[in-house]
């Protein structure tokens, strides 16, 4: 008898689902556990940098700070790109552990907004179901 559970790797896009409305909703997020590349806008938006710090700082400076802080774990000094840092067990900083949900949301960086029209395969995401509670 043939398996019909579909095994997602989230390194791997040839494993992806196709993208549809309300996939999410059913989703255990696998696509939190990447690594979140953002930008300058995104740590404003997210309330990590000050408008002013942003506008008067260098963003190597900025970097240096947030690292420290453990907010980041990577700047990328040619294109100006924050890597947001991920908890031990890989998921994102802002999903939250229990329900899978992002809990900044309405603040997301432009990364997830973009997910999954934008990424290593357009179109697709790293959809795994979550298991049905009883």
Not at 35 to 49: A, I, N
Not at 97 to 113: D, F, G, I, L
Request: aromatic residues 8%.
């Amino acid at each position: 008898m043939k398996s019909s559970i579909h095994l997602v790797d989230v390194d791997r896009p040839d494993t992806w689902s196709r993208y549809r409305n309300g996939l999410c909703d059913n989703c255990v997020a696998n696509c939190c556990t990447m690594p979140v590349e953002v930008k300058l806008p995104d740590l404003v938006r997210l309330g990590l940098v000050d408008p002013f710090e942003a506008e008067h700082e260098e963003p190597k400076q900025i970097a240096k700070r947030l690292s420290k802080a453990g907010v980041i774990e990577h700047f990328n000094f040619k294109h100006s790109i924050f890597t947001l840092s991920r908890r031990a067990s890989g998921d994102c900083q802002y999903l939250d552990a229990v329900t899978r949900r992002c809990t900044v949301y309405e603040q997301r960086p432009n990364t997830c907004r973009k997910h999954p029209q934008v990424g290593p395969r357009p179109g697709y995401c790293p959809y795994g179901a979550r298991a049905l509670r009883r």
